[in-house]
């Protein structure tokens, strides 16, 4: 059984993918080029600007995956087997592109170490904490690819929707509410942490609420409530905008439950605005935008291993200094081509022949 989804491809949706992939990216170029120099140019200081909060795009993702769960199961009719169905989709889509990033630093670390992972990685459990890396299960530690920490995130959203799209799949947004009522209980009576250390500590994450807003506004859309799309969506993009220039907190509260308070409604009236937008009078994009929603999982896992090659080859390069306004801008245009380019080699030969592969698999089983 297939769960039914809408028809519509939603370019909107790719076009913000791509926002937000490149949001991360840029993040990481500048707090890469800041923690270089810190070590090795005091006193210098990177290009100050709106990418420093980019770390932001991984909200958005959070409430687009929140929007895209709620709206290709509109028709869901609920029920054990439909809902296997959902999450071996889904399963699909996260799983085999991280085993393959998983594999490249296992074998990279066991050439540089002669160890899988780090001691420092693994604590006196290297296997039980790559057994949890690999399969995304929540633990002290930080995943083999640190950016795991949001897939963990991920992979707890599809299973607590997956119960709701089992037991109250005609309830969405009364079980959508009730769920944020739980996240804020949990979260007033579990201690807080940066990292999800275990399952309590990530049912009460304040990142959930971004994927419930997220499916709030799935919940509008199909339910063909379109107000005021351009007001809402010009009003969304203004907020985000302002969020990124002013929201400067750089302490832990960033990963608690302040950057859900700044970023969560602005990003929710954009991709509401959008997609009602283009389910009313069409939305355009550029191609290269689109292009980037596509190749967007890619580029999140691989962009992070191609910068840290990036900079540590810099210095032997003809290029800028890192230290000077010069450097950290030709760093920033050399990253965000290099992370293009690798990442469209992954999507183009691993991300999209696997998912036709297990996808081909799953139809005819």
């Known amino acids: 059984m297939t769960i039914s989804t809408p028809p519509t491809r939603l370019d909107s949706v790719r076009a913000l993918r791509g926002v937000a992939a490149i949001l991360v990216v840029v993040f990481h170029i500048f707090e890469l080029q800041r923690l270089w120099m810190s070590a090795n140019a005091p006193g210098e200081a990177v290009v100050a600007g709106p990418w420093a909060q980019g770390y932001a795009g991984v909200d958005l993702f959070f409430v687009i995956s929140g929007f895209i769960m709620v709206y290709i199961t509109a028709e869901a009719a609920g029920g054990a087997r ?84 089992w037991l109250f799949p005609k309830y969405k947004l009364a079980a959508l509410l009730i769920w944020a009522a739980i996240v804020f209980v949990l979260a007033a009576t579990v201690p807080a942490g940066v990292q999800a250390a275990n399952y309590p500590k990530l049912a009460a994450s304040y990142l959930s609420l971004e994927f419930i807003a997220g499916g709030l506004s799935g919940w509008l859309i199909t339910r063909r409530i379109y107000i005021a799309p351009k007001l809402i969506f010009a009003a969304g993009i203004i907020a985000s905008v302002a969020a990124l220039c002013l929201y400067t907190d750089k302490d832990f509260t960033q990963l608690l439950w302040g950057r859900v308070a700044v970023f969560t409604l602005p990003f929710c009236a954009v991709i509401y605005g959008a997609v009602a937008m283009e389910k009313t009078e069409g939305f355009r994009a550029p191609k290269s935008v689109l292009w980037l929603g596509d190749v967007s999982y890619s580029l999140y896992l691989s962009h992070i291993l191609v910068l840290g090659v990036l900079i540590r080859l810099w210095p032997r390069l003809p290029a800028p200094e890192l230290g000077s306004a010069a450097g950290s801008i030709s760093f920033a245009v050399a990253g965000l081509a290099a992370s293009a380019l690798v990442a469209g080699a992954f999507y183009y030969c691993a991300e999209r022949p696997m998912l036709r592969v297990m996808r081909k698999r799953k139809r005819t089983s």
């Open 82 to 165: 439909e809902t296997a169905a959902f999450l071996k989709r889904r399963a699909i889509r996260i799983f085999p592109l991280w085993w393959v990033f998983c594999a490249i630093l296992m074998l990279y670390y066991t050439a540089q170490f002669g160890a899988p992972v780090p001691d420092d990685f693994n604590g006196s459990n290297p296997a039980g904490y790559l057994l949890k890396s690999v399969f995304l299960i929540p633990q002290s530690a930080e995943p083999i690819l640190g950016l795991g920490w949001t897939l963990i995130h991920e992979i707890w959203f599809y299973l607590v929707f997956a119960l709701i799209l």
